[in-house]
């Protein structure tokens, strides 16, 4: 089956995002991913609910927010009032990580656990009952344009093993400089869902990028 391509607005022009986002729908993206930051567990500060609530109307593309925050557990209700569909959280900012998947699934959306470069599969490995998506970053988050860190390929295909070993249906996302090229390793590594951010919204060719990394 083709990977779904979910384009990371962090990437789009901020100063007209519903033009943006009518592009990469138009261009074939199957998902908006939306990285939330703040200032805290990263070094960025981006956008919060009020801002996925004024886009939520303007598409009805599955919104894949991405939580980089402390204690998100605090804002799952307002994420999920805003448009959310899918909601994936750290493990080191949840004391109480099963806790915080149920929450969001109490609140009637798919969870998900973002992993960074050097926090281990074992986080989660008890835990695949409550996990719909297990997203792999490939960069340090933080900042979009960051180039694919190559030794996470063999953690993709970790990822993949113990995904197939649990006999669950769980999305193996991978976020971070993905392109055209690391595109193809990420899915030959088993992703089924590329984030892609800076190389969709900086392309003057949306739809050729997209259309690619969908047949991979």
């Known amino acids: 089956m083709s990977p779904l391509v979910a384009p990371s607005i962090l990437s789009a022009d901020f100063s007209d995002l519903k033009k943006e986002i009518a592009s990469v729908e138009k261009a074939g993206a199957d998902w908006i991913h939306i990285d939330v930051m703040d200032g805290m567990f990263v070094p960025n500060i981006t ?8 886009i ?3 598409t009805s ?3 894949d927010v991405h939580l980089m925050i402390e204690k998100p557990e605090r804002y799952i209700e307002n994420f999920v009032e805003a448009g959310a569909n899918l909601i994936s959280v750290h493990p080191e900012v949840c004391i109480h990580l099963h806790r915080v998947l149920k929450e969001i699934h109490n609140n009637g959306i798919k969870a998900g656990v973002a992993l960074n470069p050097h926090t281990p599969l074992s986080n989660i490995k008890y835990i695949l009952d409550e996990i719909d ?3 792999i970053m490939t960069v340090n988050p933080g900042f979009g344009g960051q180039k694919f860190i190559h030794s996470m390929v063999n ?4 990822t993949k093993k113990l995904i197939k070993e649990s006999g669950k249906d769980i999305y ?3 976020d971070g400089g993905i392109s055209i090229d690391t595109g193809e390793l990420a899915v030959k590594a088993g992703a089924n869902v590329l984030v ?3 190389s969709i919204f900086t392309s003057s060719d949306r739809e ?4 690619y990394l969908k047949s991979l």
């Open 61 to 63: 593309k599955p919104f």
């Open 196 to 198: 892609s951010g800076n």
């Open 133 to 135: 998506l297990i997203l």
């Open 56 to 58: 939520r109307k303007h």
């Open 208 to 211: 050729r990028i997209i259309s």
């Open 155 to 158: 953690k993709i295909k970790d």
């Open 172 to 174: 193996l996302e991978v």
């Open 47 to 54: 956008i919060g609910p009020v801002i996925i609530k004024s």
